[in-house]
Structures are given as C-alpha cells and as structure tokens.
C-alpha cells in the first residue's frame, strides 16, 4: 500500500500563543491555564531575533520542582531559544525522527523567516499514521 506524504503544515496548528520573555512565568502560567495550552512562544525581540517556547514542563522542572518563585522568575530565564524549526514542506516522517531524536514535544513550523504555526509530535505521529489507514480522509 503506498502511503500518502503528509508534510508538516498539513497537521500544524496555525493558532499561535505568544508571550514576552520579560513577563513574569506566573503571567505565563495564568495564560497557558486560560488558553488551555501546554506551550508559548516567545515573541522575538527584533528581525534579528530568534522565536522561543516556553513548556509546562520547562516551568515545572526549572522554577517549581526547585522551589523558585514563579511571580519573580522571568520567561526568558526558563525558555528555549532558539526554538526547534521545521520548513513547512518537510515530510512528517523527517520531523518525528528530528523530533525524537533531541527528546522534543513541539517544534515551530516557518517559511523562510516567517512563522506559519507549531506542530506537536503527536500532531505529526497521527498525520502520518492517519495516511496510511484506508479508513482515513487523508488516506484518500
């Protein structure tokens, strides 16, 4: 069965969360709590600039596990930056393997120098299960 190429800006996510890095990571936390979202990039500071994310687990293991101050911590200080990108006509198949390979939930997904969404390892095993499922719309 020949399996369909599912290409990463088929299963990103275009709505994008953006937070600065000067706010407070309780800032932050309240924003993923009302977003309902387990991730914020982080705006970039000018064209130069390079996107950050910011993870509840980021939060977790470097301010609350270690009794930091999360009213008092920064954004910048517990984010990643510069943040994983994938070009949005990579095959899925390439970016669960990049993925995978650095142990990495979420990547941004660009077009150049512009930013078009984010993509879960989740949202690309799925896409590129449901292509190859005869069953599936995106099988067809």
């Known amino acids: ?19 600065s890095g000067l706010a407070s990571v309780y800032d932050a936390m309240k924003e993923m709590n009302r977003l ?11 064209e130069h ?5 910011i993870t509840v687990h980021d939060i977790a293991s470097k301010v609350v596990a270690v ?10 200080e517990v984010m990643t930056k510069p943040a994983l990108t994938l070009d949005s006509e990579m095959n899925a198949k390439y970016a669960i393997r990049l993925l995978s390979r650095f142990s990495l939930t ?5 077009q150049g120098k512009e930013l078009l969404g984010i993509v879960t390892l989740r949202d690309l095993v799925l896409g590129y299960v449901n292509a190859a499922d005869p069953d599936s719309e995106a099988a067809e």
């Open 49 to 53: 600039d390079e996107f950050g994310v």
């Open 1 to 19: 069965m020949a399996r369909n190429v599912v290409r990463v800006s088929d299963v990103m996510r275009t709505t994008l969360h953006m937070v």
């Open 36 to 46: 309902e979202v387990s991730s914020l990039i982080i705006e970039r500071r000018d």
């Open 67 to 76: 009794n930091g101050a999360t009213e008092r911590t920064s954004v910048y």
């Open 106 to 110: 979420r990547a941004l997904v660009i």
